[in-house]
């Protein structure tokens, strides 16, 4: 984290357990403490039911914790998503309406905010030729490939100018070439936007490429490690080769099983 940029996001002795049917507990976050910067990239990485997904369920304020507290520039978090729009997340399925257009799918996300018709479509259409579907704005889900399909996803996250973008395994079901190219167009995207994002994912290669800083989860959810990502790391092999080591050691000995490498 860059030490002059503020804080954006703090999560603080953060603690989540589950009921099961059968009465007993299943603990997601065990006293979770890590911050991010105003326009930090964050790769999470960690085996899985290490509790990432209810995290980002937290960040949203779709659950609430147990005990510690989730902080957003210093406000409550429940307080900073009453003006909806400030955090998206994008998932690894595309979740678009199947009857909507590519431009209707994303000004729902602006329908939402109250943006009127014309401007939202407008806005819808911008932001779709600003990912690479200029000639789709029409097309439905079904007329699109995977790789559209997630590029629609991006334009709607995009649209409506959220302040954090939280990626949950956003490319893991594409295939290798269309994934480096969306992480490519993504990163640019958020650097021109100037925004901060998390990213959840199994793949090591990833978290170098698009995070500034990596966190290391055990399970249930807690820093094991993290490990500061220098810029154009991603580019040189000597860096990839030696933060690739260290996150699987950190997984390693974090417990239970790792995460698969790219
Ligand atoms: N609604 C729920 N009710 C009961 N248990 C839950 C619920 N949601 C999550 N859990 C449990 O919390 C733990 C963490 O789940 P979570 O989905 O956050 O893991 P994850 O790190 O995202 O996993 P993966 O990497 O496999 O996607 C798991 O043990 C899961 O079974």
Not at 14 to 43: C, H, P, W
Not at 163 to 183: G, P
Not at 224 to 240: F, T
Request: some cysteine; proline content about 4%; overall charge neutral.
């Amino acid at each position: 984290m860059t030490t002059s940029s503020p804080v954006k996001i703090r999560v603080e002795k953060a603690r989540k357990s589950f009921i099961q049917k059968n009465g007993g507990a299943v603990e997601a976050i065990r006293e979770l403490t890590f911050d991010v910067a105003d326009n930090e990239y964050v790769a999470i990485v960690g085996p899985t039911g290490a509790g990432k997904s209810v995290l980002f369920d937290c960040l949203l304020g779709l659950k609430s914790l147990d005990g510690g507290r989730i902080t957003i520039d210093g406000e409550p978090v429940e307080k900073f998503i009453r003006k909806k729009g400030r955090i998206a997340r994008i998932f690894q399925e595309d979740r678009l309406l199947p009857w909507l257009s590519a431009t209707d799918n994303v000004a729902l996300g602006l329908q939402i905010q109250g943006v009127p018709e014309a401007e939202r479509r407008e806005r819808a259409r911008e932001w779709l030729r600003a990912v690479g579907l200029g000639p789709f704005t029409e097309a439905l889900p079904s007329e699109m490939s995977g790789g559209m399909r997630q590029r629609t996803n991006i334009a709607r996250a995009f649209a409506t100018g959220p302040e954090i973008i939280l990626l949950d395994e956003a490319f893991s079901a594409l295939d290798e070439i269309t994934a480096m190219r969306l992480r490519s167009d993504f990163r640019a995207l958020a650097r021109r936007q100037k925004m901060t994002f998390l990213i959840v994912t199994h793949s090591i290669d990833e978290a170098i490429y698009l995070g500034t800083r990596i966190l290391v989860f055990g399970a249930p959810a807690r820093l094991v490690h993290q490990i500061e990502v220098p810029e154009g790391a991603s580019d040189n092999p000597a860096d990839v080769d030696r933060i690739r080591s260290e996150i699987r050691h950190w997984i390693s000995v974090s417990g239970r099983d790792a995460s698969t490498a790219a």
